[in-house]
């Protein structure tokens, strides 16, 4: 079975600190365990350097770069860090600039500020013809509404948990939508939903890892090896065995990401 996790942060501190022998013994874990291949995502300049090395170091392992919308102006201004981002965007194996997008869960920073940082990575997406990877929280419709003024056709929208109806808007826009582990949740009706009104030929998934672990192992640390329950439900929502909507998921992620 061919697994592709198209979004996680193997660079995040929790696989040194929690996990037996660090990240470089989960990776070893993961990939040979079976997974194929991986898009470790930036969050910042840093992460997204971290990214990159991993790419370099992992034949299994893509990058994507971008400033995350809780990250916006925590290191410098806007022209500053959009002038860090830019060289990154030209390494060989990145494939897409993210994670970006809105978070109004919390209040800083502030929406003003993450706007603005959002419209400006559009803007570099658009003129680098890159796809985009989106985080979008309790900002559904301004999110929405930003991707249709810049005519954004190439993205995904990570670890979906919008609406039914907002998943087809999106489809229909040339969008893909991922799954994460909170598909297998069992109050997480609504993303079950979703999941079953995209086509299959729409749908992504990932772990988000460390996060985001799948039932049953909700809990502990996530990684690439349990993207196998979301497969699985998603496969179950579908109608279709976990084989084949492993396959589809690996091929859709290649061709989202422009990996043959």
């Not at 030209?90 to 800083?108: Q, W």
Request: proline letters at 3%; one cysteine or more; glycine letters at 6%.
């Amino acid at each position: 079975m061919k697994i592709f996790d198209s979004h996680a942060h193997y660079d995040d501190a929790r696989f040194q600190n929690e996990y037996e022998g660090g990240q470089s013994a989960v990776l070893s874990h993961v990939i040979s365990g079976g997974v194929d291949k991986i898009v470790n995502i930036g969050t910042d300049i840093t992460t997204s350097k971290n990214s990159i090395a991993l790419s370099e170091k992992y034949d299994e392992i893509y990058a994507a770069c971008g400033i995350y919308p809780g990250e916006c102006g925590k290191s410098g201004k806007l022209e500053s860090e959009l002038a860090a981002l830019r060289p990154l965007l030209y390494e060989k194996k990145v494939k897409a600039i993210g994670e970006i997008g809105l978070d109004f869960h919390y209040d800083s920073p502030s929406r003003e500020v993450q706007t603005e940082y959002f419209e400006a990575q559009l803007d570099l997406a658009k003129e680098l013809d890159m796809p985009v990877c989106i985080h979008c929280r309790e900002a559904n419709g301004l999110c929405f509404d930003i991707l249709k003024k810049h005519n954004i056709t190439r993205g995904v929208m990570h670890s979906f948990s919008g609406s039914s109806e907002m998943a087809r808007q999106l489809v229909s826009m040339g969008w893909y939508i991922s799954f994460s582990g909170v598909v297998t949740f069992k109050n997480a009706a609504r993303t079950a939903e979703a999941a079953k009104s995209v086509p299959m030929e729409r749908i992504l998934v990932e772990t988000d890892c460390p996060y985001l672990t799948p039932h049953p192992h909700r809990g502990k640390i996530n990684h690439s090896l349990y993207l196998e329950y979301t497969i699985a439900k998603i496969a179950e929502l579908h109608d279709i065995t976990t084989e084949e909507a492993a396959q589809i998921t690996y091929d859709n992620a290649c061709r989202f990401y422009g990996i043959e």
